[in-house]
């Protein structure tokens, strides 16, 4: 490649919970900029979460988005006129930019008050392997298994 690649950023770990993974989250939670409003409706949602269940937020969050994190994806490929669904496995860093987007995304089309609530209980539902956010990884994981004949046409 003729062009270097870019440098990665350095983030910053947040103010309550002092973990990079939280600012990462925050940063995909923001919208127009607004990342004090972000980290807002993030501690809120940790907090109805500690109200709600008896472990530690924090713990609850990382395994629920440990939880909805997809290890494979299909990628279409034109071979021949035809086009197949190749499966192939993805890198750490987008599996975990998948996952906390699949999470927020599923918390925002929920039916609930607050942006909070939404997405405590996303998380929550994520955390007990269930939710819209759980069953978008089974279903790419299913996609996989089900093109795993055409894995041999990978790029």
Do not use: C
Not at 49 to 69: F, G, P, R
Not at 136 to 155: G, I, P, Q, V
Request: glycine letters at 4%.
């Amino acid at each position: 490649m003729r062009k270097s690649k870019p440098k990665k950023r350095i983030i910053l770990p947040d103010p309550k919970f002092n973990d990079t993974l939280v600012t990462k989250f925050v940063n995909n939670l923001m919208l127009r900029g607004k990342k004090s409003l972000a980290y807002d409706v993030f501690y809120d949602a940790m907090d109805i979460i500690k109200s709600k269940m008896e472990e530690d937020a924090l713990e609850v969050w990382k395994k629920a988005l440990a939880n909805v994190t997809p290890s494979v994806e299909v990628r279409s490929r034109r071979v021949g006129g035809a086009t197949f669904q190749i499966p192939s496995e993805i890198r750490p860093t987008r599996k975990l930019s998948i996952g906390m987007k699949n999470l927020i995304g599923f918390a925002r089309k929920r039916h609930e008050k607050s942006m909070a609530q939404k997405l405590a209980s996303e998380v929550m539902a994520a955390y007990k392997d269930e939710g819209a956010a759980f069953k978008k990884k089974e279903d790419t994981h299913r996609m996989a298994e089900a093109n795993k004949a055409f894995s041999h046409f990978r790029f």
